[in-house]
């Protein structure tokens, strides 16, 4: 009985903590086999511990240049999706106008479609309009396809919003820029700012939109799909685990920050 007490006590926890260990466990095997070197072609099997493939992340061949190529389309992507995408949505969460039904169910579409089916819709677009498949067909088709996700993350925000706060703003005589810099923004900030994370990061993983629409052009995921065809490189385990670590820093770094604000605020 005491033990069933406890699972009933502890039995979130405990499927919490299972599920957390299922979600990680794919980045602890990279991690490991980055630090792996394998006699073969292959980095599938555990040799012997070295470091060689971090002293020199970027000796494969073009490994580095398809990084640089990913992380230059996820950047140009967020920023034109997320500036894009928070104009739309305060539109929609703000004003009433005709067919509002039918574009917000528009915009949501890229989020509901296969991507299969988006990459082939776009790819026939693209060469209707014999537009040479590259790096601006690959930047075209990943903003919008984040564009939705922006949309979802700041609307959610900006409905939440107590719209008493820039009505106060307004009695105590700030214009609209004003009432929008110092209200408004900080807080959609949160909503924005997520929007704009998961919109890079959507960008830097696609493979199957990028690779319909890419041409002769080969992003990072292209770039593991044809090594692992070939052999895949112990660089490779590298450059995840290393984007690993940031994405985690990045997670800590914002929920510190938000303690460390939610104490000075308290009183």
């Known amino acids: 009985m005491a033990a069933v007490r406890w699972l009933r006590r502890n039995g979130v926890v405990l499927a919490g903590l299972a599920t957390l260990a299922y979600l990680i466990l794919p980045n602890v095997v990279v991690t490991v086999f980055s630090f792996n070197n394998p006699t073969g072609r292959f980095n599938y099997t555990w040799t012997e511990f070295s470091l060689d493939a971090w002293k020199d992340p970027c000796g494969v061949q073009d490994l580095c240049g398809s990084l640089s190529l990913s992380l230059q389309i996820a950047l140009w992507s967020t920023i034109a999706a997320t500036a894009l995408g928070t104009m739309i949505a305060f539109a929609m969460a703000r004003y009433r106008f005709k067919a509002r039904g039918a574009v917000n169910s528009l915009i949501f579409l890229p989020m509901a479609m296969p991507e299969i089916v988006m990459a082939a819709s776009?790819?026939?677009?693209?060469?209707?309009?014999?537009?040479?498949?590259?790096?601006?067909?690959?930047?075209?088709?990943?903003?919008?396809?984040?564009?939705?996700?922006?949309?979802?993350?700041?609307?959610?925000r900006v409905l939440s919003m107590d719209p008493r706060l820039e009505e106060a703003a307004r009695d105590l005589y700030a214009g609209p820029v004003q009432t929008?810099?110092?209200?408004?923004?900080?807080?959609?900030?949160?909503?924005?700012?997520?929007?704009?994370?998961?919109?890079?990061?959507?960008?830097?993983?696609?493979?199957?939109?990028?690779?319909?629409?890419?041409?002769?052009?080969?992003?990072?995921p292209m770039f593991v799909w044809g090594s692992a065809q070939r052999g895949t490189p112990v660089q490779i385990n590298v450059i995840g685990t290393a984007m690993f670590v940031i994405a985690v820093l990045v997670v800590l770094t914002g929920q510190f920050v938000a303690g460390r604000r939610r104490k000075s605020a308290a009183p």
């Open 122 to 156: 776009l790819l026939t677009l693209f060469l209707n309009m014999g537009v040479p498949l590259g790096f601006w067909t690959i930047l075209i088709a990943h903003i919008m396809f984040c564009l939705s996700f922006v949309v979802a993350a700041v609307k959610a």
């Open 180 to 220: 929008f810099l110092r209200v408004t923004l900080p807080i959609a900030a949160p909503g924005i700012a997520a929007g704009a994370l998961l919109s890079f990061a959507l960008s830097f993983d696609d493979f199957i939109i990028t690779n319909f629409n890419s041409g002769s052009t080969v992003t990072f």
